[in-house]
């Protein structure tokens, strides 16, 4: 079936979509690279090729209409289906070659990418990845919007419909101060001892956080009010003798360095999160990553027991 061509521009298209998430003509052409003027006048073409009015602006704000917002999300999918047009024309030859943008969450990529970089560029010569931190919510909504070709991820958060590979289990870990009263045994901590604890966890815009946070409440522990941006900070606070945390296994060879810190193992069914690779369905290198995914597990550190700090008395 033969198809007209659009009356509209790809480019076009992609005005538009800077515009709609700045909600700025400034900053959608900065953004763009291309003077406002142009700019303008390209999307007053795309509105009239169209037949909708897109934006509505007044001296302070650019509104995207109703209409607008149908139009904008369409928009999106047609410049994501093209990247992926030119990607697989790109990648026909080696779809190990060129460049990959990954995801990663911050209570993973410091503890793993340093095993994995020299891991990965010596199995991939060709292959240059780009690794990007943040936080899952925003990872995700990027892997959706196509800016993203995969994250590395815990599968117990809100991932919407991915495709997927399991890269390990992450057993949880207990961290205590010396002379509190979870670091008196060498036993794996139970449900019951953690009843009346105070527990400090990350904040809830980090899935980890919100985990631990979860696990802590059904346990019937305390979850401290200070709620700290990164591990360190929370290993920090209870070397100090504040309280205990959590720490996933993968962050305890790093974080856990402290001598006046004892480590105990959970009871089962322990605590724990799966680790694993992510990419958006109808991928078109869906092969590749799970070959990388294979890679990323066999290159991922053995797991082993957390051993308590604390020293039986000699008698």
Known sequence: MDFPPPPFTLRQLQYAVAVAEALSFKKAAERCRVSQPSLSAQL????AALGVRLFE???RRVFVTAAG????????????EAGDLLELARRAADPFAGTLCLGVIPTISPYLLPRLTPV???AYPRLRLRWREDKTEVLVRDLHAGSLDGALLALEAELG??????IARDPFVLVAPQGHALAASHANVTVAELRGATVFVLQDEHCFGKQ??????DTSARVDALRATSLTTLVQVVAAGEGVTLLPALAVPYEATNPQLCLRAFAEPAPARTIALVWRKGYPFEAALRHLAATI????PAPSAAVPCHKESEG
């Open 297 to 300: 597990r066999q290159a991922y």
């Open 44 to 47: 007053a073409q795309l509105e």
């Open 212 to 217: 631990a946070a979860a696990f802590c409440s």
């Open 161 to 166: 419909e991915v495709e997927r590979e399991v």
């Open 57 to 59: 602006r007044d001296r």
């Open 120 to 122: 990965l560029h010596a």
């Open 69 to 80: 917002r149908e139009v904008i999300e369409r928009a999106r999918l047609v410049l994501r």
